[in-house]
């Protein structure tokens, strides 16, 4: 049962989107800022993502005509100028993920803006166009972050949990579409090993790891709502998971049930049903 | 086998009760007294249990014409007054479950007792009447908790775990019913992922989750017994993970085998069978 | 492959001990001294193991002609020793176990020699004789442990992982049978959830948990070797994880492969057929 | 999809190479250095693995036919000889792994590159030969550690994950083949308990835990990949979980679709093939 259901383009029973957060190596480059460079098998594990993964996930996509969204620190993009040129190319979107991963609990909010602006830059640079959507490291999102995206000119948010389905957001100074996340089509819980961080998961196997997210998929699309898995190319876009993933999508797609779209393109639809959304209002209890 | 098997009402061959703790953004709040209110992550989290999953859960319970119980914080009742007066509607039963999901250990009995009151308020306000039933924040109950149950005249408590039937928790200021609960069938383990609480446990999808309570009731139904899931809207109220639980739901219900009714009924049916109940001196071994 | 095999009894194919250890509320009351006896929870949560679960399984072993083994702190037989009668009534062995499930770790050897013989007075006081074999809490035996057992005259200690078969600990001292248990036939990773000693598994289903162990009895059937669980009542005594546990030893024993002894009696077999055990010396590589 | 493919010879699918890090008891010592030699269980855990398992191992490769690689730190080549021999005598590759396990990130690279020769030394003297491969324990390399590798004349490394194919590593210094593991393909998440040097992961049966591998092989041999898991022999090498792989073995060597390998001879093999390989440069974006 869905509370605020949508009526997807196309009369698709559900909307889908598989959304990638390219991470690479600045998550022991900000864990670590003193000794991060020097640790060569969390930097090589994250290089993996851009360099190996991402030409893998986007082949799959051009063979199966899907465009959908990443989303990069402007450190990223920055450090992998190539792996933003593929994506650009094949369509897809690019959404923003902070400078370089950094935690907005751990310093102010002018220091956290002047970071958000720096990669804002970046990605006009880059991208020729500013990013439509946000996404705030491990979902940190903070009422300054939600009041800037308002500020800025933002479509929507993908960090928050309060719903199942697109909803709008309200803050003081607007409103945002919230695409909304959770735990359960995360990837960091089924596949990250990650000591140096504190995260240490015992890896599932490939089909093990992602069945539950295919699930999820099955429940989203008895219901009519939105699946979103939240993955990260040095994870999911390793070989064997990949493969699971890859043929899993071929069959979902003979089907024909989701609408795939890119983020920005579920916003605006979400965004055109306004009058049908629940509304949530940051910080307040209802 | 059991020990103190008890005979249950219409000849049904177990008693059954699914709990639903509701905790909401009290987790977070309490947790991080100072800057909660700023992760929006975890609030959105909690909030997405009684604004999205009590609902469903709610929907549930009245096509397969069930009353259950909920145990809510009083702080979240306030928080979530529409919350409060779905679950009223729908017939089912509200228990104490602190104010703000404090822990006891973490301060002195008079606060915890002035807290206790606090939230009692609360519930005779919103619900017109005093809860029968307590469930202390993650099980934390006292000795000191214990008497205040006692001496406000609860008639049972649902935090302790010398047994799988209920039994009689004997303290010096008197005796109450416990109905325990055990870690074999609370949500937390197979579902939980929350950094903010030092709480990370590897999602499980959803049908590999909710396998370990359904083979527990499968247990109890072969010996007689008592089956007492103890779960979080957040968590297996989420959309997938309630579709399987649903659906197992109409399955048991048809076989019929099932005494399922709030805790307060089967407090009173263990209260009236008091004789055949096991005994347990609280904080004195044997 | 086994390097060192031995021959079992009556031609069995292997030699199979379940070991239970009952330390109840030990754990919580040893790992937070200062108010252990207000958590009630995990006091409860221990209590269960004396009080539900060991009547259990001794009903199951009575029914299957099985004696077996349990490990006992001394603290715990006083505070429970009905449960003591009960096992001793069976024809099970009770073996030492510790005073109150403390870290050797922790204190003097001086200290650990003190708690070791307060806790040997209790056996010979409520057994009547001295107990054969020796478990260290947390399996943390030292040098100094080892030593104490063979000036006490212990047959085995039941603490270290340098094999699977059976084999001879050579110390300073002298000798003791070792009956190696290890971490894939433990149930405290697949069932134990215990936040005040900050031991946060994610809980298994009962079929799921114990498929391992069964695994494993199939692999040492299948060498010709020797099974034993170490296993919990609080954990795998619960209700439905025994209903399992009981039905496959009924199986089991029903084939008839497996020579089911108490672990003294494995340890005198092994002890029968000295030379042709495995030989380690305490804390010298070879 | 491989970016860069390699043909293998013989016409092989892929290449394999199943890699064991004889740890033994220097994972304790290294991380209690105080009062690890008293900590009885953690060093008999890990002595299982060159007395027991590894005698296991070899005698499995021996009738398969199969030579692979075994990584092990100088310490404990000193502190089991006979392992050394007898791996040797089966024609086996003894890769350099440290002195002692110890964290480079813990001393200067000048302590380390003591420590490096201290170990260089045992192998030259133990083997009769220098190594031609290394892996840094834990994966934790350092551009100093890659750096000595190449000044020593080393042909690769097998620490770092950028790439799941054999890749070549560029550095001031000069190259090296980096032959890549990764946290899908390591034995340590699914079966390693281990609270001394706080990694308690819920241990996995033994067909659960290595399912994985087996997946990550077929992806592999899809792919026309490299399969590479790294395995320990105190846990892969246990007698249950042994016994799946040995049959896994024999079942695949029986399909013929791998060069099975020993790590040396995949990296001579790449190394012929330099100009078809990626390129990564240590520590910096491209």
Do not use: C
């Not at 594990?45 to 402007?74: C, E, H, K, N, S």
């Not at 979107?93 to 956290?112: L, T, V």
């Not at 599932?204 to 990260?232: K, N």
């Not at 390793?238 to 920005?264: I, S």
């Amino acid at each position: 049962m869905l509370l605020h259901p949508l009526p997807w383009p196309d009369g698709k029973r559900l909307a889908a989107s598989i959304t990638f957060d390219i991470d690479a190596d600045s998550l022991i480059r900000n864990a670590r800022p003193e000794d991060g460079h020097l640790r060569l098998a969390p930097v090589s594990m994250g290089r993996y993502g851009p360099t190996v993964a991402v030409p893998r996930i986007l082949d799959t996509y051009q063979r199966l005509g899907l465009r959908q969204t990443f989303f990069m620190p402007g450190w990223v993009m920055e450090a992998y100028p190539a792996t933003v040129e593929a994506i650009l190319k094949g369509g897809h979107e690019i959404g923003h993920h902070s400078w370089r991963h950094e935690d907005p609990m751990g310093h102010s909010d002018a220091r956290e803006a002047e970071l958000f602006h720096r990669a804002l830059d970046v990605h006009v640079r880059m991208t020729g166009r500013r990013p439509r959507g946000y996404r705030a490291p491990v979902y940190n999102a903070t009422p300054g972050i939600i009041a800037r995206l308002i500020d800025e000119g933002f479509v929507y948010d993908s960090s928050l949990m309060a719903d199942e389905m697109p909803y709008l957001l309200k803050a003081p100074q607007g409103e945002l579409i919230e695409l909304p996340p959770h735990w359960g089509t995360d990837d960091w819980p089924p596949f990250a090993h990650f000591e140096e961080i504190g995260y240490l998961m015992p890896v599932r196997g490939p089909s093990d790891g992602l069945r539950a997210f295919f699930q999820e998929y099955e429940a989203a699309r008895a219901a009519g709502g939105f699946w979103m898995p939240v993955l990260h190319p040095f994870l999911t876009g390793r070989l064997a998971r990949w493969a699971v993933m890859e043929q899993w999508l071929e069959e979902t797609l003979r089907q024909g049930d989701a609408w795939f779209a890119p983020l920005e393109e579920i916003a605006a639809h979400a965004n055109a049903n306004r009058d049908m959304l629940r509304t949530d209002t940051i910080g307040e209890p209802e």
